[in-house]
T-cell receptor, first 116, second 114 residues
Framework: DARVTQTPRHKVTEMGQEVTMRCQPI?????VFWYRQTMMQGLELLAY????????DSGMPKDRFSAEMPDATLATLKIQPSEPRDSAVYFC??????????????FGPGTRLTVL | AQSVAQPEDQVNVAEGNPLTVKCTYS??????LFWYVQYPNRGLQFLLK??????LVKGSYGFEAEFNKSQTSFHLKKPSALVSDSALYFC????????????FGSGTKLNVKP
């Protein structure tokens, strides 16, 4: 049963610390998405990769957030330095784009981040 | 502005009754439309999608949705609601002219009461 995995599932840290969240997309998928979910803002797209290349990161605060795909099996989202307003659930999702045919996204279980 | 709207924050329905969760969109070209469901403390799960073809699409757990191009809507429906359907539902749309642009709605909380 192929699934997107995310680590850690929960993270509590203090303001100013670096936070790294990891995601393993489903094998064979060529797109990866990072989302942030809060009660106030709902679901926000932070970054979008296809074939490991970033296509859209316009939703990501550039001064403190960075997203990378070191290889096809790993995506990372880093926050440095973290702030209390970054507290949220961060979801990773993967999917398979075939030319103009766009498939659904498969979401991971999320990382619940609390910044004190 | 291009987007997707879910006009109801919450929908309440009694078990056994039909349910509808509304979604309207505003994007260019022929859209790709999706519905996802989120249970508490879980990630979103795909329910169904419309790409082309028959306007009525059927998905998981007995859900279906109807694409209405003239009304730019893609409402989610189920003939008979279950208590276990209670969850948060998201509509999503991908721009038909720019596949790098897609949008999620704000979500609708469905409450099914016994």
């Amino acid at each position: 049963d192929a699934r997107v995995t995310q680590t850690p599932r929960h993270k509590v840290t203090e303001m100013g610390q670096e936070v790294t969240m990891r995601c393993q997309p489903i094998l064979g998928h060529n797109t990866v998405f990072w989302y942030r979910q809060t009660m106030m803002q709902g679901l926000e797209l932070l970054a979008y990769f296809r074939n490991r290349a970033p296509l859209d990161d316009s939703g990501m605060p550039k001064d403190r957030f960075s997203a990378e795909m070191p290889d096809a099996t790993l995506a990372t989202l880093k926050i440095q330095p973290s702030e209390p307003r970054d507290s949220a659930v961060y979801f990773c999702a993967s999917g398979l784009d075939r030319g103009l045919y766009y498939n659904e996204q498969f979401f991971g279980p999320g990382t619940r981040l609390t910044v004190l | 502005a291009q987007s997707v709207a879910q006009p109801e924050d919450q929908v309440n329905v009694a078990e056994g009754n039909p349910l509808t969760v509304k979604c309207t969109y505003s994007v260019s070209g022929n859209p790709y439309l999706f519905w996802y469901v989120q249970y508490p403390n879980r990630g979103l799960q795909f329910l169904l999608k419309y790409i082309t073809g028959d306007n009525l699409v059927k998905g998981s757990y007995g859900f279906e949705a109807e694409f209405n191009k003239s009304q730019t809507s893609f409402h989610l429906k189920k003939p008979s609601a279950l208590v276990s359907d209670s969850a948060l539902y998201f509509c999503a749309v991908r721009d038909g002219n720019n596949f790098n642009k897609f949008y999620f709605g704000s979500g609708t909380k469905l409450n099914v009461k016994p």
